[in-house]
C-alpha cells in the first residue's frame, strides 16, 4: 500500500463513506491515508482500495474503502453497496510502542480480512466474532493477548449510498481465552459489549475472562 493516495476523481460511494466520518470528525478533512498499489482487480493482493485513520484522541479509528460499491453501481442487489458493508476498528493509544508501525500493521490486518469476503463472498455484521485459534499477538510485535475480534456497529452507523445501503462494522480486538468462551457457547458477543461498552481494540488490556464467566454462571 501507498500512503495518501487517494483515487483521482470524486466518486459517491468513496465520498459518501468520507462524510460519514467527517460528521465525527468534522476538524479532520485529511486523515491519515493508505492507498492501494495495484488494484485487486488489476491483480493485486489488497483487495481495499483505501483505508483512512482519523485521530480520535484517545485512539486511532479506521474505516475501509472498498468492501462497498466506491464508484459506479455495478451489483444487481438494489438494496445494498456491494457487500453491504465496511470495517472499522479503534486502537487504543496507551500503550503503543511505536504508532506508526501499529497504524501499518492494523491496515494489514484489515486488508486480510478483507480478502476473506471478496475470496469467500463472507460477510460480517455486529455481534459476530472472528476466531482463527492464534496464539500469537496480532500487534506488530506479536507480543499482545489480543488474537481476535468480536464486531459490533461503529459510531458511524450505516449510511445510504447512490450505490444503496452501507453498515459501518466495528471490529473490537479480543483475547484468546475471551474468544474461547464464545467459541464454547459460554457468553454471547452482547454479552461482553454489556460488561464492558466501551471496548475498543486495546493491546494492553486485562483479561476480561474471569468476570465474563462469572456472569454467565450467574445467569445459568
Aim: proline share 3%; aromatic share 10%; charged share 25%.
Amino acid at each position: 500500500m501507498s500512503e495518501n493516495n487517494e483515487p483521482d476523481f470524486c466518486s459517491s460511494g468513496w465520498d459518501a463513506i468520507s462524510e460519514a466520518f467527517e460528521k465525527l470528525y468534522p476538524e479532520q478533512r485529511e486523515p491519515y491515508h493508505f492507498g492501494t498499489l495495484i488494484s485487486w482487480q488489476l491483480g493485486g493482493n489488497d483487495p481495499l482500495d483505501g483505508i483512512s485513520v482519523y485521530d480520535g484522541g484517545d485512539f486511532y479509528h479506521f474505516v475501509t474503502y472498498g468492501l462497498s460499491e466506491l464508484y459506479e453501481k455495478e451489483s444487481e442487489n438494489q438494496e445494498y453497496s456491494g457487500y453491504g458493508f465496511e470495517l472499522t476498528v479503534k486502537l487504543k493509544k496507551a500503550g503503543l510502542r511505536d504508532s506508526e508501525a501499529e497504524i501499518r500493521c492494523m491496515a494489514g490486518i484489515l486488508q486480510s480480512i478483507a480478502r476473506i469476503t471478496f475470496q469467500n463472498n463472507e460477510i460480517f455484521q455486529p455481534y459476530e466474532y472472528l476466531y482463527t485459534g492464534q496464539t500469537t499477538g496480532m500487534d506488530a510485535a506479536g507480543t499482545s493477548r489480543i488474537t481476535g475480534f468480536i464486531t459490533k456497529l461503529d459510531d458511524a452507523g450505516e449510511i445510504q449510498t447512490p450505490n444503496g445501503k452501507v453498515v459501518f462494522v466495528e471490529l473490537i480486538g479480543m483475547q484468546d481465552d475471551e474468544l474461547k468462551l464464545l467459541v464454547e457457547k459460554k457468553i454471547q458477543v452482547g454479552d461482553i459489549l454489556r460488561l464492558a461498552p466501551n471496548l475498543m481494540c486495546d493491546y494492553t488490556r486485562e483479561s476480561l475472562a474471569d468476570k465474563l464467566s462469572a456472569e454467565s454462571e450467574v445467569h445459568v
